[in-house]
């Protein structure tokens, strides 16, 4: 899933201070996962938003809404009737639903409430890793399904550097090397016979540095 | 024992501390109540393990939010008894009403109460 972060009330606030009218929107996908951005999150944000303009004295109508998906376009749509009202709408969807929500309502200022922080796992409640850098040409069935792209701080394909040490990379002891990770793997499934194999260079033009990416499906294109 | 707290305290039964969620936190405190104080079994005895524990994050994360908005962060606690002690149910319940008195009521009180008349 997207992990997200929520973003501390007070950077909201200064966003958000000059508008009287509010529509705080979450979403229902990832964002609910990480307990970031759902229907709940929307609750506590709204409220604590609520509280701070009584507290200044100011009339402001803070609202809740949150929908199935704010990254696409029928989803979003739900708020077509009623967006106008808004002078302000604070979407606490990742970055790609902020944005989506943006540009639907292009005179409406969209405000970010969280921080998009990368794509993961739920390693236990409150704890969430990363695992993918969405680099455009997976390469896991070579590295045993651990990703070093995402995983070794140096995105080596052919690790691990000399910094590996028991297991922990150099970077930081909390963190696992992620070539320490793929020889065990490896050696689990018995394929460390990828491991001899020297990786050849990689295509990165399907990485970020291409600039924007995009996916187009002519068989399911309509 | 027929002890006495202050009458100011309005008891809201649930089943576990656990239940108690920032939302509902927030949501008193939004529609006027001067203070909010939880009261959990002793840490290490809820009966379902974490109850309590979680509680008391919680009651932190309320802390942290009321202070961002500018309101005192005080007026949430969490305490913990075991539930067979009624004195420290009374001083608790003591100990939160001082505490309050000298903060004074809930600063958007006034507006709350104004909004839920116009709603009527
Ligand atoms: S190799 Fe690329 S696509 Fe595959 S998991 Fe790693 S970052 Fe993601
Ligand atoms: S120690 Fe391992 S994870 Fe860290 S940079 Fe080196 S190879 Fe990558």
């Known amino acids: ?222 | 024992m027929r002890l006495t707290y202050p009458t100011s305290v309005k008891i809201v039964r649930v089943p576990c501390t656990g239940k108690v969620d920032v939302q509902h936190m927030l949501r008193a405190m939004e529609k006027g109540a001067d203070g909010i104080y939880i009261v959990g079994c002793k840490e290490g005895e809820c009966h379902y393990k974490y109850g309590n524990l979680r509680a008391r994050r919680r009651v932190e994360q309320v802390q942290k939010i009321l202070n961002a908005v500018g309101m005192q962060s005080e007026r949430v606690q969490m305490y913990n008894l075991s539930s067979s002690d009624a004195p420290l149910f009374v001083k608790y319940a003591e100990e939160m009403n001082d505490r309050i008195k000298k903060l004074g009521p809930n600063p958007i009180k006034a507006r709350a109460k104004s909004k839920d008349q116009q709603a009527a």
Not at chain 1, 11 to 27: A, F, N, P, R, T
Not at chain 1, 58 to 64: I, L, S
Not at chain 1, 174 to 194: F, S
């Open chain 1, 1 to 222: 899933m997207i992990v997200a972060d929520k973003k501390p009330v007070e950077e909201i606030i200064e966003y958000v201070k000059d508008s009287s009218k509010i529509l705080v929107l979450g979403c229902n996908e990832c964002v609910t996962v990480c307990e970031a951005g759902g229907k709940k999150e929307v609750g506590v944000l709204a409220s604590a938003l609520r509280m701070y303009f009584a507290n200044q004295g100011k009339d402001a109508t803070v609202d809740e809404r949150t929908l199935e998906r704010q990254c696409d376009h029928e989803y979003l749509e739900e708020i077509r009737d009623i967006a106008d009202q808004y002078e302000a709408i604070v979407s606490i969807a990742c970055g790609v639903g902020i944005q989506f929500t943006a540009e639907k309502y292009h005179s409406i200022p969209v405000y970010p409430g969280v921080n998009t922080r990368f794509l993961g796992v739920t390693e236990q409640r409150g704890l969430w890793t990363e695992r993918c850098q969405a680099c455009g040409t997976c390469i896991l069935a070579y590295t045993g399904g651990i990703c070093p792209v995402s995983r070794c701080a140096k995105r080596i394909l052919n690790g691990p550097c000399g910094g590996s040490t028991k297991g922990s990379c150099e970077i930081n002891k909390e963190v696992p090397c992620a070539w320490q990770l793929i020889i065990d793997r490896l050696k689990a499934i018995d394929r460390l016979d990828l491991y001899e194999k020297l990786f050849p260079i990689k295509d990165w033009s399907t990485d970020r540095a291409g600039g924007p990416r995009k996916v187009e499906r002519e068989d399911v294109k309509i």
